[in-house]
T-cell receptor
Framework: GAVVSQHPSWVICKSGTSVKIECRSLDFQATTMFWYRQFPKQSLMLMAT?????????EQGVEKDKFLINHASLTLSTLTVTSAHPEDSSFYIC??????????FGPGTRLTVL | DAKTTQPTSMDCAEGRAANLPCNHS???????VYWYRQIHSQGPQYIIH???NNETNEMASLIITEDRKSSTLILPHATLRDTAVYYCIVRFGSGNTGKLIFGQGTTLQVKP
């Protein structure tokens, strides 16, 4: 199947700093990508939908100024967690739409904020 | 909110078929049913999807009832590596505006 990668796979940062997570579609172009986060023992929660060349659409309750999403090319979307705090520690997972009915997920990025 | 209902957990003996049920009684006519699984600390892995006909691929079979209100994912010969959380998802929206909203899923434990 299609491959979606994320970088870094894990990151530890100090409270108050910003962290950028990259999501790449390796063998296909993705007009639409999605960002999810997952707390321990919980399901995935959709944060936002990222469309190439336009502003991201955020789900209700997700702060767009805190979670900056940029989808500058058909193979790359980035999520920046600004002024991270310990409560932002989570597993962040991106996903890319391969076709209207098919979507693949990346391996996830574990963020720990100290 | 997710539009599906799944049992919280299930066990299956290694080598036997695992049948995972899912209820989606409010599904609309043009909404697909998707199955993904997530092995601990990894991203979800696509398994299969369908609209109304039964589907089969190298990983699993998907049986959708005629009224489309429920479906069953079948792993024909479960192995220990199939231990994971299995998510049944009815996609919100269609085509390029659709999005996958995850419910709590079923934790499948395959036992030797």
């Amino acid at each position: 199947g299609a491959v979606v990668s994320q970088h870094p796979s894990w990151v530890i940062c100090k409270s108050g700093t910003s962290v950028k997570i990259e999501c790449r579609s390796l063998d296909f172009q993705a007009t639409t990508m999605f960002w999810y986060r997952q707390f321990p023992k919980q399901s995935l929660m959709l944060m936002a939908t990222s469309n190439e060349g336009s502003k991201a659409t955020y789900e209700q309750g997700v702060e767009k100024d805190k979670f900056l999403i940029n989808h500058a090319s058909l193979t790359l979307s980035t999520l920046t967690v600004t002024s991270a705090h310990p409560e932002d520690s989570s597993f962040y997972i991106c996903s890319a739409r391969v076709s209207p009915n098919t979507q693949y997920f990346g391996p996830g990025t574990r963020l720990t904020v100290l | 909110d997710a539009k599906t209902t799944q049992p919280t957990s299930m066990d299956c003996a290694e080598g036997r078929a695992a049948n995972l049920p899912c209820n989606h009684s409010t599904i609309s006519g043009n909404e697909y049913v998707y199955w993904y699984r997530q092995i601990h600390s990894q991203g979800p892995q696509y398994i299969i999807h369908g609209l109304k006909n039964n589907e089969t691929n190298e990983m699993a079979s998907l049986i959708i009832t005629e009224d489309r209100k429920s479906s069953t994912l079948i792993l024909p010969h479960a192995t220990l590596r199939d231990t994971a959380v299995y998510y049944c998802i009815v996609r919100f929206g269609s085509g390029n505006t659709g999005k996958l909203i995850f419910g709590q899923g079923t934790t499948l434990q395959v036992k030797p």
